[in-house]
């Protein structure tokens, strides 16, 4: 800052009046048209609520209908960390016969009631072994937290396209269709590694996000084919082989 910019006095000796009327200086010149407005109503209307990314390993790839690739699928709510300015991750249900998305709000300590089936589940690993050793340490019995699933924070497999566009299909559902889609190479293995995913493993995998040049199905995409009749299906293996 160029000194002579400065205030006169010190910032917080300002009279509250004056220092309230510093955000009002301005009259509002300008004003939306009713074009704007819609403008700006279209665009929201076409802002996914939430992302699904698709990360595949770095050269194990496969464009074979019958032939699996490893792969790792995300789920996130857009926007939604620090005011709009990041994607806050997403949760499925660790229960088989719920399995369904919810976001990380609902996390209470060490564990997580699922909004949908309103079963209880851990947080991670380690949460479920304290629990665990606990109740026996108390001589209690530990049957009901063994039989206690975890949250699961993605989704790793060994899938063939046409499986992979299914898994998106339904992971596109479960988001009430309201999802972009983002399809991307990783710098690193996929591999199944529950017990490793620490916050630096996540800060890395941040890294990962931000430095690959996506392949990106938005949400106006994706309503515009399914509105010329295109198959959701068929869309997503396009991107997948691609
Ligand atoms: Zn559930």
Same mark, same amino acid.
């Given at each position: 800052?160029?000194?002579?910019?400065?205030?006169?006095?010190?910032?917080?000796?300002?009279?509250?009046?004056?220092?309230?009327?510093?955000?009002?200086?301005?009259?509002?010149?300008?004003?939306?048209?009713?074009?704007?407005?819609?403008?700006?109503?279209?665009?929201?209307?076409?802002?996914?609520?939430?992302?699904?990314?698709?990360?595949?390993?770095p050269t194990k790839r496969s464009s074979l209908a019958h032939k699996p690739a490893p792969v790792m699928v995300l789920i996130w709510e857009s926007g939604k960390r620090l005011h709009g300015g990041?994607?806050?991750?997403?949760?499925?249900?660790?229960?088989?016969?719920?399995?369904?998305?919810?976001?990380?709000?609902?996390?209470?300590?060490?564990?997580?009631?699922?909004?949908?089936?309103?079963?209880?589940?851990?947080?991670?690993?380690? %949460?479920?072994? *304290?629990?665990?050793?606990? @109740?026996?340490?108390?001589? +209690?019995?530990?049957?009901? =937290? /063994?039989?206690?699933?975890?949250?699961?924070?993605?989704?790793? %497999?060994?899938? *063939?396209?046409?499986?992979? @566009?299914?898994?998106?299909? +339904?992971?596109?559902?479960? =988001? /009430?269709?309201?999802?972009?889609?983002?399809?991307?190479?990783?710098?690193?293995?996929?591999?199944?590694?529950?017990?490793?995913?620490?916050? +630096?493993?996540?800060?890395? =995998? /941040?890294?990962?996000?931000?430095?690959?040049?996506?392949?990106?199905?938005?949400?106006?995409?994706?309503?515009?084919?399914?509105?010329?009749?295109?198959?959701?299906?068929?869309?997503?293996?396009?991107?997948?082989?691609?």
């Amino acid at each position: 800052m160029d000194s002579k910019n400065l205030p006169d006095s010190p910032v917080a000796l300002v009279p509250a009046e004056r220092r309230i009327s510093v955000g009002r200086m301005r009259p509002t010149t300008c004003r939306a048209t009713p074009e704007d407005l819609k403008k700006a109503e279209e665009e929201q209307k076409d802002k996914a609520r939430y992302k699904i990314e698709v990360l595949f390993h770095p050269t194990k790839r496969s464009s074979l209908a019958h032939k699996p690739a490893p792969v790792m699928v995300l789920i996130w709510e857009s926007g939604k960390r620090l005011h709009g300015g990041g994607d806050e991750k997403m949760y499925w249900c660790g229960y088989p016969d719920c399995g369904k998305p919810f976001p990380s709000d609902d996390f209470g300590y060490m564990h997580v009631v699922c909004r949908h089936c309103q079963r209880e589940q851990f947080l991670d690993p380690d %949460a479920r072994a *304290t629990h665990i050793k606990m @109740a026996r340490r108390e001589g +209690k019995d530990s049957s009901g =937290l /063994e039989r206690m699933p975890i949250v699961g924070g993605e989704r790793l %497999a060994n899938l *063939t396209p046409p499986n992979l @566009a299914e898994l998106l299909v +339904k992971t596109w559902y479960q =988001l /009430e269709g309201n999802a972009d889609v983002y399809f991307k190479h990783t710098s690193r293995k996929i591999r199944y590694d529950k017990l490793h995913e620490t916050s +630096k493993d996540m800060d890395n =995998l /941040e890294l990962v996000r931000i430095q690959r040049k996506p392949g990106i199905l938005t949400l106006k995409d994706i309503r515009r084919d399914l509105a010329n009749g295109a198959d959701l299906k068929s869309m997503f293996l396009a991107m997948i082989v691609a």
